[in-house]
Structures are given as structure tokens and as C-alpha cells.
């Protein structure tokens, strides 16, 4: 048995070095689409990993809030009242335990130095839901007493060092949750990503400020910090509980607020990857895009596979009389499969190695494509190893398979009489490989054209107010000097912090907002109002409270009333019973002219306001969205960004200046502007990474259409010789040869043009209706794919085809 599996690997070997040529061009074909393989099976199973390794996890589920809102659209959010994990656990027996955790971005102090961090507010039973392994402590004494804070190992590390941190105390600074507290316990850094952030933990409630976040139902108010996990009893499904929700709400907080309000489970493991696509909320990871990596991934080793099955075949007469001989000493056609599948599985495992250098070697590239920070570190690469197994297994079977059982079945008799030539039933199958290679090539080509057109038109697009050279800084903060006293905030100094700004020339705007300006939605937050003549329900919409000069400085357009009035009222004890609206606003509550017009507004410091301006509709969030309806109402007490409009030229030295006057207010604080250009950048993040991951694949795949073209351009060479040579002695020119000789690939290119062009459409307008502003497909981008490939394929082709025209034809003839 080992001398025939011996035997069958040195006529493998032997006939690889015999065609140096085209088995470099299988070995590094497949070695780049392996490789290719490899980055994108390293960045799923991360992915994937996501918040699967908890033992509870598959009974765990994250509560949805759904808000109905008049007009017909459906908000959801994780943000809950935090009385609903108490009153969830306590009414229902389905639920085994609750837990809530307030999620925050703090600052930790350390020998005058401030760590940013993320810091957790949770219920003291967190740990029995969400397993941990303590390294120092317990989760029995986590939370012993209100000072008590559990800290993860990496966090203990940069704040202590070497020390032992168990009984340190621990400076936090923050407006709601700052203070001094004591370690109380360590925990092992997770390996396994989980969208709960593990780096510290407290019990500690709020501020008084902020404790009816966490103690009191909201039925009214938009922000809501606190999300809400339960773990349900064994055996218990998810539905059977949401289908008594109504009843809950109702009772907890009436029947006016279950109209518009409900409840959902989201499982878990489905909360990263699946939250956009079960309940459109814009957070972590995106499962299309998962999607269409593997579609990708696998179109690229597809072309790969084709490449060898092609070569392959278009070379099987150069062995057919070596088929025919081993018939005749005995050979069965399984050996004859064992021999040729023995062949294509040692090409895939050469190029296998070959993956693994250009994988090795293209991860920083590739983590910089998808904005990750991948390792193929040892534990990476075993459990990469299963995967390039496979992979191997697939391309070498698939890629030697049709040639390995068309071989085998030709008769010793028409081997042996060289009649094997002469039959033409075998030229549809490359030529139909060809065309499917190149089918899949121009699809990934107009694909990221137009993914290219759709975000240059979402970045180029006219938003409606001049967004350059905005700058915008974070003003609620705690001043360290004021000890975690909330009421010393920045914010409350905005107007001595603005008049400072606007004191270099090139400062020639700046105003206060409560949500950043741009983008999402402003940054403002659904809030409940009441709009007069408009019976029913409360209407939510956006609202962001901002100063007097907030209008003026972003460029916004009023087509109807006026701005604010000044020195209407004291915007720092309270709001100016003014309301701006956009046009959109205007047109859900059916107002041709809403000027005069009373809005009751129903969160915090409510009352009612009267409609002053109308402002035409612009872009505040990303183009996937439509323009919501938006409301600005003054109030200077919730200000927490100051935005900038700096005058072209000089920026950087303006830059500095804004630099130099924060830290005269806030020295401890470091300096982040946020630049409002780069916030709608972000906001496209997975279509910029798409883009890239489109482009590249693009490439990859004509690249490696390329080679098996070239190989195939080869070998059709040699076997048109003598017709070749014909030709010549006829008369015929190398142009003419050359044009005659690649025409046939043209043909091939352009017919999977017409395969590939309605695929394209159908899938990218199913793409494209996920922007509510979007590009039409125009042809031109379709015509301007299939002129790239098959210019492509005439370069690849001409070589071969030129070498071929220079033939003499006495070489050809000689033997006629």
C-alpha cells in the first residue's frame, strides 16, 4: 500500500517539474486564493466568537425597547428603565435571574495620570449570569460595600504594575459615577470577545443627579443608560415570556405608555453580529458584511480551482498516450483517479505553504483593511489548521476531480493513435470555465465601481450646511479640581469657554449643543412632544437643545420665522418656550404654516413652546437615512459639546491656540477635537471597508484569472502550431495571427459579460436600497467592466499569441 501511494507521488512529482511552467501558475493561483482563504476565516472565527463562550449564554437575552411613534416608524433601543430588571425577576417565574449594567466612559487616576476606560455599573449578582474567573477575590465579596470595584487583569497591570492592586484605592473621575474605590477583586482577561466591555465593574449607584435612572420607571424621557439582561429557567422559550409583556407594561406604566411602547429577547450570541438586521440598531459588527466576505472569498478560490481544471484538461492530450500505455500494463481507471487526484491534492498542499507566507506576510495589510488587529499567533494557527485542511481537501478534489475522471475514461486504442486531438467535445468545457471565471471577475469589478460611486456620493454630496472646517469639543467633563462635584462640569462655564475660543480671528463662529452636531441624528435623541391640533398619541421626534448661536454657525438655512429670540427667558435655569423645526417636521404634523404654532414638550423640563422658525431640511446623519423630523429648542443646562467654525488658512496655528486656551480651563484634561468631516466618515466605516475589501478582491481575482489565462493561451499556442505555420506560408500576417489568436478569448470575455452584468444589477440595487439617497446603476459602469477585462485578458493573451505569430513556419511544417 505505501509503495503504491510512493509510486504515485514520484510520477506526481516528476510530472510537476516536467511542466515547471503551469504548475507554477496552479501552485501560485491557488496559493493566493488559499491565502485569501485563510485572512478571511481568521477574521470570522473572531466574529463568531463574539459572546459565544458564556455557559449561560444560550439561556441570556438582552431586552429590546421598541418605540411605535406617530407617523408610522419603529424606533428600537437596548436602553431600558431601570426598575424593569427588579420587576421582570420579581413577576415572572420564567426568569431565573436580571441584571442591569449602565455602561460609561470614565477616567481613572493614577500618580496625576488620567487612563481612559470603560467603566460597568451592575447589579451585585452580575457574575452569576455572566461567568468570570477571579484571579484575586471572589464574586461572593465583589460588592461588599458600596466602594467596592472589580477590575480586570490588563486594567490592574496599566494602573498598578507589578503591585498588588487587592485593597488599593482607585480614583475615578467622572461626573456621575466618579469617586475613591477599593479593589475588591480581579479578574482574568477574557480571550473570547464579548460586546460586554470587561475592565471594571461597581454596584455603587449614581449620583443623586442620576439615580432615578436606575431606581425609577421612565416612561417618558429618551436617554436611558441602562441595558437589561435576563437569564431564563431551563426549558423556557423567549416568546412564551414576550408574549405577557403588554400586561407587564401596563401595569407598571399605564396604558397610554403600552400603545406605543414593547418589549423584546434578543438572544445573546445574536447581539453583535445580528443587531441591524433584527432590529436596525447601528452597533458592532454586521453579519451582510460577513456575508459577502465569504462569497468573496470563495469566488477567488473558485477561479483558482477553474484555473487548474482548465489547465489540466487543455493539457490532457500531452498525456494521453501515457494514459493509454498504463492501460495496457494493467492500470484500472480508480488507479488512474488515484494518480491524477494524487497530483492536484500534492499542487494544494504546495500551495497551501504558499498561503500561509502570503498570509503571514499580508495580515498588516489586511488588519488595516478591515480596521481589526488580527494575530497569527500559535493559537491562531491551530485553529486555522481544520480550516486550511478543508481548503485543501475542497481545491485539490474539486480542482483535479473533472480531470482526473475525463483522463481516466479515454480508451488505450484512440490514446495510442493520437485520434484524442482531433475530437473537439471538450473545448465547450474550458471555453464555459473561462467565461464563469471571468462572469465572477467583471460581477467584483462593477461592484466596487459602484460601491466606489455610492459613498463618493455620499461623501460629496451637498449636505445642506457647510460642515468644513467644523470643529467640535466635548464640554461635559469633570473638572478633577472639583472633586466629582457634577454641578462643576465644563458645560457650566460654556460661555466664558466660547468667548475665550472666539478671541483668535479665525475663529469666527462657535456654538453649544447638548448631542454632537453631526452626525447621527445630530446626535439628538427621540423625545416625546405634543404637537397643538394633533390629537392621539404622543408624537416623538429629534430633539437637541443648543444656544442662540447655533443656527448661525452651522450655516443652517431658516425658510420660514426667525431664529431664537435674544434674551428671551434664562436658557441656564431653563428652556425659552422656543422651538425651530425642519421642513420634515413641519410636513409630518400636516403644518403649511407652522409659525405661531404650540408644541408641548413632555421630558425633562417640559411646558410648552411656541414654533418661532422653520429651517430647510439638511443632512445631520448618515445618507443611508432619510432626513427625520428635528426640533432645536435653548437650553444651556444639558450643553455638552462646543462646536467651532474655524476660517480657512492657518488651521494649525488655530489649532494650537484652541489647544492652549483649553488646557487653561481644564489642565488635566487632554485635548480631542472632533472634526465633523471625519464624523461622517466614520459613519460610512463598513462601506469604506467594503470599498477596500471590493477593490482588493477585484484585483485578486483578474489576477488570478490571469494566470490560468496565460497557461491556457500557452498550450492553445502549441496545439494551433501547425495551423499557425500554415497560415504564414498562405500569406497571413503576425497582426493578423495575433488578432485571429486572441479574438477567440475576446468572444469568451464578452459572453460573461452578458452572464455577469444582470447579476450585478440585481444584487447591487438590492445593495443600494439600503440608502435612502443612492446612485442610479448607470450602464457606463458596467461597459466600462467588461472593457477593463477584456483589456486585461488582451494583454495576458498577446504574449502568447505574438510568440505564436514569430513561429517559422518551416519549424511547424518540417514533419508534414
Known amino acids: 500500500m505505501f509503495n503504491l501511494i510512493g509510486n504515485y507521488a514520484k510520477i506526481a512529482i516528476r510530472n510537476l517539474m516536467r511542466n515547471k511552467v503551469y504548475s507554477a501558475l496552479n501552485i501560485l493561483g491557488l496559493g493566493i486564493a488559499m491565502s485569501c482563504c485563510l485572512l478571511i476565516v481568521l477574521f470570522l472565527q473572531r466574529e463568531l466568537q463574539y459572546d459565544h463562550r458564556y455557559e449561560k449564554g444560550d439561556r441570556i437575552y438582552k431586552v429590546v425597547r421598541e418605540i411605535n411613534i406617530q407617523g408610522g416608524s419603529r424606533n428600537f433601543s437596548w436602553g431600558t428603565s431601570g426598575s424593569l430588571a427588579p420587576a421582570l425577576q420579581r413577576d415572572f417565574p420564567e426568569v431565573e435571574s436580571a441584571v442591569r449594567i449602565w455602561p460609561w466612559n470614565v477616567k481613572v487616576e493614577r500618580e496625576n495620570i488620567l487612563f481612559p476606560s470603560r467603566l460597568n455599573r451592575v447589579d451585585k449578582h452580575v457574575f452569576d449570569v455572566f461567568e468570570a474567573e477571579f484571579v484575586q477575590g471572589s464574586a461572593q465579596t465583589a460588592f461588599e460595600d458600596p466602594t467596592s470595584i472589580v477590575i480586570t487583569e490588563r486594567m490592574a497591570n496599566v494602573i498598578y504594575g507589578e503591585e498588588n492592586p487587592m485593597?488599593?484605592?482607585l480614583t475615578v473621575v467622572n461626573s456621575i459615577f466618579g469617586g475613591d474605590y477599593i479593589v475588591r477583586g480581579v479578574l482574568k482577561d477574557r480571550l473570547e470577545p464579548t460586546t460586554i466591555p470587561f475592565n471594571m465593574f461597581i454596584s455603587r449607584d449614581p449620583n443623586a443627579q442620576w439615580s432615578n435612572k436606575l431606581h425609577r420607571w421612565d416612561p417618558a424621557a429618551g436617554f436611558r443608560p441602562v441595558q437589561t439582561y435576563i437569564l431564563l429557567q431551563e426549558g423556557v422559550s423567549p416568546k412564551t415570556l414576550e408574549q405577557k409583556f403588554p400586561d407587564f407594561i401596563t401595569r407598571y406604566m399605564g396604558a397610554e405608555i403600552q400603545k406605543y411602547n414593547a418589549y423584546h429577547l434578543q438572544p445573546l450570541h445574536r447581539v453583535y453580529l445580528h443587531s441591524r438586521a433584527d432590529y436596525d440598531i447601528q452597533s458592532f459588527g454586521d453579519i451582510d458584511q460577513l456575508y459577502t466576505m465569504c462569497v468573496i472569498a470563495a469566488f477567488i478560490l473558485i477561479i483558482a480551482c477553474v484555473n487548474f481544471m482548465n489547465l489540466a484538461t487543455a493539457q490532457s492530450v500531452r498525456r494521453a498516450r501515457e494514459v493509454g500505455l498504463r492501460k495496457v500494463v494493467g492500470a484500472s481507471r480508480g488507479q488512474l483517479i488515484q494518480q491524477f487526484l494524487g497530483e492536484s491534492l500534492i499542487?494544494?498542499?504546495?500551495?497551501?505553504?504558499?498561503?500561509?507566507?502570503?498570509?503571514?506576510?499580508?495580515l498588516p495589510v489586511f488588519n488595516d483593511l478591515i480596521q481589526q488587529n488580527l494575530v497569527l499567533d500559535l493559537r491562531a494557527y491551530m485553529t486555522l489548521i481544520p480550516a486550511l485542511v478543508g481548503v485543501v481537501l475542497v481545491s485539490g478534489i474539486l480542482a483535479g476531480g473533472y480531470p482526473a475522471f475525463v483522463l481516466s475514461a479515454w480508451q488505450p486504442i484512440d490514446t495510442l493513435k493520437s485520434?484524442?486531438?482531433?475530437?473537439?467535445?471538450?473545448?465547450?468545457?474550458?471555453?464555459?470555465?473561462?467565461?464563469?471565471?471571468f462572469s465572477i471577475s467583471i460581477f467584483l469589478i462593477v461592484g466596487t465601481l459602484v460601491v466606489r460611486n455610492q459613498i463618493s456620493y455620499m461623501l460629496d454630496r451637498d449636505l445642506g450646511v457647510d460642515t468644513e472646517h467644523l470643529v467640535m469639543?466635548?464640554?461635559?467633563?469633570?473638572?478633577?479640581?472639583?472633586?466629582?462635584?457634577?454641578?462643576?462640569?465644563?458645560?457650566?462655564?460654556?460661555s466664558t469657554v466660547k468667548q475665550s475660543f472666539l478671541r483668535h480671528p479665525n475663529v469666527v463662529g462657535a456654538t453649544a449643543s447638548q448631542?454632537?452636531?453631526?452626525?447621527?441624528?445630530?446626535?439628538?435623541?427621540?423625545?416625546?412632544?405634543?404637537?397643538?391640533?394633533?390629537?392621539?398619541?404622543?408624537?416623538?421626534?429629534?430633539?437637541?437643545e443648543v444656544d442662540g448661536d447655533f443656527v448661525k454657525t452651522m450655516g443652517i438655512e431658516l425658510v420660514a420665522g426667525k431664529n431664537?429670540?435674544?434674551?428671551?427667558?434664562?436658557?441656564?435655569?431653563?428652556?425659552?418656550?422656543?422651538?425651530?423645526?425642519?421642513?420634515?417636521?413641519?410636513?409630518?404634523?400636516?403644518?403649511?404654516?407652522?409659525?405661531?404654532?404650540?408644541?408641548?414638550?413632555?421630558?425633562?423640563?417640559?411646558?410648552?413652546?411656541?414654533?418661532?422658525?422653520?429651517?430647510?431640511?439638511y443632512h445631520f446623519d448618515s445618507l443611508k437615512e432619510k432626513i427625520a423630523p428635528?426640533?432645536?429648542?435653548?437650553?444651556?443646562?444639558?450643553?455638552?459639546?462646543?462646536?467651532?467654525?474655524?476660517?480657512?488658512?492657518?488651521?494649525?496655528?488655530?489649532?494650537?491656540?484652541?489647544?492652549?486656551?483649553?488646557?487653561?480651563?481644564?489642565?488635566?484634561?487632554?485635548?480631542?477635537?472632533?472634526?465633523?468631516?471625519?464624523?461622517?466618515?466614520?459613519?460610512?466605516?463598513?462601506?469604506?471597508?467594503?470599498?477596500?475589501?471590493?477593490?482588493?478582491s477585484s484585483l485578486l481575482a483578474i489576477v488570478v484569472c490571469c494566470l490560468g489565462l496565460f497557461g491556457l493561451a500557452a498550450i492553445s499556442a502549441q496545439r494551433?502550431?501547425?495551423?499557425?505555420?500554415?497560415?504564414?506560408?498562405?500569406?497571413?500576417?503576425?497582426?493578423?495571427?495575433?488578432?485571429?489568436?486572441?479574438?477567440?478569448?475576446?468572444?469568451?470575455?464578452?459572453?460573461?459579460?452578458?452572464?455577469?452584468?444582470?447579476?450585478?444589477?440585481?444584487?447591487?440595487?438590492?445593495?443600494?436600497?439600503?440608502?435612502?439617497?443612492?446612485?442610479?446603476?448607470?450602464?457606463?459602469?458596467?461597459?466600462?467592466?467588461?472593457?477593463?477585462?477584456?483589456?486585461?485578458?488582451?494583454?495576458?493573451?498577446s504574449y502568447q499569441a505574438w510568440k505564436a505569430a514569430q513561429t517559422n513556419p518551416i519549424e511547424a511544417l518540417k514533419y508534414e
Open 347 to 362: 499542487v494544494a498542499c504546495l500551495a497551501s505553504l504558499l498561503a500561509l507566507i502570503v498570509a503571514h506576510a499580508a
Open 630 to 696: 428635528l426640533a432645536f429648542v435653548q437650553w444651556a443646562r444639558l450643553y455638552a459639546y462646543l462646536t467651532l467654525k474655524i476660517k480657512g488658512g492657518q488651521f494649525v496655528e488655530t489649532m494650537d491656540f484652541l489647544e492652549e486656551e483649553w488646557y487653561k480651563f481644564v489642565p488635566n484634561e487632554a485635548f480631542n477635537p472632533i472634526f465633523m468631516d471625519d464624523g461622517f466618515a466614520s459613519a460610512y466605516r463598513n462601506e469604506l471597508r467594503l470599498r477596500r475589501i471590493a477593490g482588493i
Open 419 to 437: 485520434q484524442i486531438q482531433s475530437r473537439s467535445g471538450g473545448s465547450w468545457f474550458w471555453k464555459g470555465l473561462v467565461i464563469f471565471q
Open 473 to 494: 469639543l466635548p464640554i461635559f467633563i469633570s473638572s478633577r479640581e472639583a472633586h466629582f462635584v457634577h454641578a462643576n462640569r465644563l458645560s457650566s462655564r460654556y
Open 167 to 169: 485593597g488599593r484605592v
Open 515 to 544: 448631542y454632537r452636531a453631526f452626525p447621527s441624528g445630530g446626535g439628538s435623541r427621540r423625545k416625546p412632544i405634543r404637537p397643538e391640533d394633533l390629537p392621539g398619541d404622543d408624537w416623538w421626534i429629534l430633539i437637541n
Open 564 to 617: 431664537f429670540t435674544p434674551g428671551k427667558g434664562n436658557p441656564l435655569r431653563g428652556w425659552t418656550r422656543e422651538f425651530l423645526i425642519n421642513e420634515s417636521a413641519a410636513k409630518l404634523f400636516g403644518w403649511d404654516n407652522p409659525i405661531g404654532k404650540q408644541i408641548q414638550k413632555l421630558d425633562g423640563g417640559g411646558g410648552t413652546g411656541t414654533v418661532v422658525g422653520v429651517f430647510k431640511d
Open 720 to 797: 494551433r502550431t501547425k495551423e499557425i505555420g500554415v497560415r504564414k506560408v498562405l500569406g497571413a500576417s503576425g497582426g493578423q495571427i495575433v488578432t485571429m489568436f486572441s479574438a477567440e478569448f475576446v468572444k469568451l470575455v464578452a459572453f460573461a459579460s452578458l452572464i455577469a452584468w444582470p447579476l450585478a444589477y440585481y444584487m447591487l440595487n438590492d445593495w443600494l436600497a439600503d440608502f435612502a439617497y443612492r446612485i442610479g446603476l448607470d450602464i457606463s459602469v458596467f461597459v466600462l467592466s467588461s472593457v477593463l477585462a477584456i483589456a486585461i485578458a488582451l494583454i495576458t493573451v
